[in-house]
């Protein structure tokens, strides 16, 4: 057994696309030391035809990345306050759903979703069903099996709605090997994905802190969302028995950690798909920055960005434009405004520290803790040192 050498295990998104692809069934997705999925290949019984490789979104990036020539970008808010308060930005994707469910086709929309306290991707045959997947879920989705169930909707000649972050888009790219016509796919801006160890162990230790058990929870909480000055970086936990709690990026270890890219997978640090060329038909994100540009849109209260790449995608922009508020603006403007369409994230200075420990001390909240203590001004030049002597 030995993991699989795509490129280094530094580059692997963990999509599992190349354990979804072997016709043999000889890779399997299994944690490393950090707690990440990383493809494991039993090599008795692999038998080279390098479907694995062929299938990685990284390896094959620059071919699964669309290139568009238009400077155009929107930022949308619905009309429906309900429906922006229940999303992570202004509702878009919400909208697009109702639009791909306006058919007689028989459809099935794939994104992300709880199943409980996990995060997965699923799929579902009804609009109605399709809500789970609405808001972001800061832990990285499990996509194992998915890729081959779109497939298998496609080939049955049903339309198919797939969401996810841009790497999981270009593996089932990748995956399918060819276009489809039924296919509608929505890539959304990424900051990157902690793995479901770390949020599962912080959900424990605060059940533990609360002496009762976390069953639900909820990211982008707009909360004070009448204000004008509404905090977007808030999260509610409801325990069994029905006690609700929501924290805040200062009194949440989890939102600290993840909003400071202390545990990101590492590949996420080097993304290929945190450009402004992307794989899916829509992008969607949240338009930092538009109240400079425009009045009345706030973005704290939640202002989708949205990106058309293709002509299948631009189909959507009617919907959207009934739905509520679309303003259009430059791309470039928006990529500005938003550092993921630029750059992949930074990773926290003590990320490595913040492993380290918790493999030793079991704490999530500990080690987190530890790791944002400023740091000394020796620690300072000393980093500032080494990063000379590396570069
Ligand atoms: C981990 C993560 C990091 C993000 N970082 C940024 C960022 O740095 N900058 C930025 O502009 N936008 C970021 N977003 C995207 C943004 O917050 C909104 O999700 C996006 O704008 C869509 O919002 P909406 O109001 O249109 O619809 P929503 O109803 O909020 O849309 C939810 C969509 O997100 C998908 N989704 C939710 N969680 C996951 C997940 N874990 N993995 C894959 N897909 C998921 C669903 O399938 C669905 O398509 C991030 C989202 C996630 C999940």
Same mark, same amino acid.
């Given at each position: ?61 620059? /071919?699964?990345?669309?290139? %568009? ?7 949308? %808010?619905?009309? +429906? ?16 759903? +109702? ?104 959900? %424990? ?29 808030? %999260? ?6 029905? /006690?609700?709690?929501?924290? +805040? ?130 620690? /300072? ?11």
């Amino acid at each position: 057994m030995g993991f699989v050498k795509l490129s280094s295990a530094a580059d692997c998104c963990g999509c599992s696309a190349c354990a979804d692809i072997c016709p043999v069934g000889c890779i399997k997705m299994v944690p490393d030391d950090e707690h990440f999925l990383y493809p494991q290949v039993d090599e008795k019984c692999c038998i080279n035809c390098g479907k694995c490789k062929n299938v990685c979104p990284v390896i094959n990036s620059d /071919k699964l990345k669309l290139s %568009v020539s238009d400077d155009k970008a929107y930022a949308f %808010v619905s009309d +429906d306050v309900e429906l922006i308060k229940g999303s992570s930005s202004g509702g878009a994707f919400s909208v697009i759903m +109702d639009s791909f469910s306006d058919t007689e086709d028989e459809y099935v929309i794939f994104g992300s979703a709880f199943d409980g306290t996990e995060v997965v991707h699923k799929s579902v045959n009804s609009r109605e069903k399709a809500d789970i997947f609405r808001k972001s879920k800061y832990v990285q989705s499990d996509a194992r099996g998915t890729y081959k169930k779109v497939k298998a909707d496609l080939e049955e000649g049903k339309k198919v709605l797939f969401s996810g972050t841009p790497c999981m888009v270009a593996a089932l790219k990748g995956f399918l090997g060819k276009e489809y016509d039924k296919l509608l796919t929505v890539d959304i801006v990424c900051h990157g994905v902690p793995c479901q160890y770390v949020f599962s162990k912080y959900l %424990v230790e605060l059940g533990e802190k609360y002496s009762s058990k976390v069953n639900c929870v909820s990211f982008r909480i707009k909360k004070d969302y009448e204000t004008e000055n509404p905090n977007p970086r808030t %999260v509610d936990l409801v325990f069994d028995g029905g /006690k609700k709690i929501n924290l +805040d990026i200062a009194g949440c270890e989890y939102l600290y950690g993840f909003h400071h890219g202390m545990f990101f997978r590492p590949s996420c640090y080097k993304c290929k798909f945190a450009t402004p060329e992307r794989p899916g038909d829509i992008t969607l994100g949240d338009y930092w920055g538009i109240e400079k540009i425009k009045d009345n849109l706030n973005s704290k209260k939640g202002v989708s960005l949205v990106r058309f790449n293709t002509d299948k995608g631009k189909l959507y922009s009617e919907g959207l434009n009934e739905a509520g508020e679309v303003y259009e603006t430059s791309y470039a403007f928006a990529c500005d405004e938003n550092y993921q369409l630029r750059k992949p994230a930074k990773p926290h200075r003590n990320r490595d520290s913040f492993f380290a420990l918790l493999n030793k001390n079991g704490s999530v909240i500990e080690s987190v803790n530890i790791c944002k203590k400023p740091d000394t001004i020796f620690r /300072k030049v000393l980093r500032k040192i080494k990063k000379i002597i590396t570069n």
